[in-house]
C-alpha cells in the first residue's frame, strides 16, 4: 500500500511540471481594441485596411498570434450606442491584458482604470495628462503622440495659404472631445494667430452621421471661413470621402492630416503614417505581453510627415498648383 502511494506521488510530482508547462503555454494574451469610429470587424490580420493589417503582421511577426497565443477582443462603431465612457467602462471591467486605444477617449480611461496598460496614438499625450513626459511617461499609458506643436499646424496653414493665398478666415474642423481637451488652447488656435487668420470653430460629437458633417461644413461658411484645417481624428478619417465632397461642394479649400483623405478626393495633406505608428504600437504591445510596464515605455512623438495633394480637386475650385509645390509633394494624384 505505502508503494502505490509512493509511486502515486512520484508520477504526480513528475506530471505537475508537464501541467504547468501545458497550462502555460494554454494561457493566450488578451487584447481589447477599441477603435470607436470604425466597425470593429476591421480589425484583423485579413483587413481591407492597410494600418490593421499592419498592426497584426508586426504582432506575429514578434510572435504574438491571433488564435494561438493572443486572443482579441475589437469593439468598434457598433458597439459605441451608449457613449463612449459606457463601452470604456465594459472593456475595463473585461480586463484585458492590454488595452489599444486607436481615438479619442484616453482621458476616460484614465479615469477608469490605473493599472490595465494602455497603448494609444493621441495628440499630445503631455498636455493630455496621461503622461509626465515623453521619454518617462508614468501611469499605465504608452504609445505614440502626433502632435509636433506650433510648427506642424504653422506648416499645415502655410501649405494651404500657399495653393489658396486668398485665405482670409480659417475654419477647424473637430470634434467636441478634442475641442475640450486639446484644440482650446492648443497649439492650432495659435498657429493661425501668428498667421494672421482668425478662426471658426465646429465640432462634432463621435458617431456624428452625414447631416451632422454637413451642418458642420455650412456653420463654418456662415462664419466666413474660406478656408478649412480638417483636425485629426478617427472620425475624420473614417468619413474622409463625405468630408471631402461636403467641402468641395462647398469650394472651400482645405488641408487634413491624412495621405487617404486626399486619396478620398480632399486637396491636400499633411500627415504622418498610419502603418508605420501601428507597428510601433504592436511593438508596446509585445514589450508589455512580455513583462515591460506601459509606463517605462517611451512615447513615440512623430517627427515625419508627407505633403499630398489632389490635383483633380483643385482642378474643381478652380485653384492652380505650382510646379514647384507639385515637386515638394511625397504624393501627388492626377
Known sequence: MRRRAFLGAVCGAVALPRLAAAAESAKKNRLAIFVPSEPSADWHELSGKKYPRALFAELRRLGQIEGQNLKVESYGREQNTSGLEALAT???SSNPDVILLGGPGALIFKKLTWRIPIVTITADPVR???AESLARPGGNFTGAGIDAGPSIHGKRIALLR???PSISKLGLLALHIQYSGLVKGSPI????QEAGLPIAVSLLDVGAQENDWRAAVESLSG???????VVDSPETFQNSALIAKLLTDARLPAIFAFTESVEAGGLMAYSFDLVE??????NNIDAIFRGAKAGDIPFYQVTKFDLSINLKTARQLGLSVSPALSASADKVIE
Open 223 to 229: 462664419e466666413g471661413a474660406n478656408a478649412v484645417m
Open 277 to 282: 505608428l501601428y507597428k510601433r504600437a504592436a
Open 189 to 192: 488656435p495659435a498657429a493661425a
Open 128 to 130: 493630455l495628462r496621461i
Open 162 to 164: 500657399e495653393i489658396f
Open 90 to 92: 465594459e472593456i475595463v
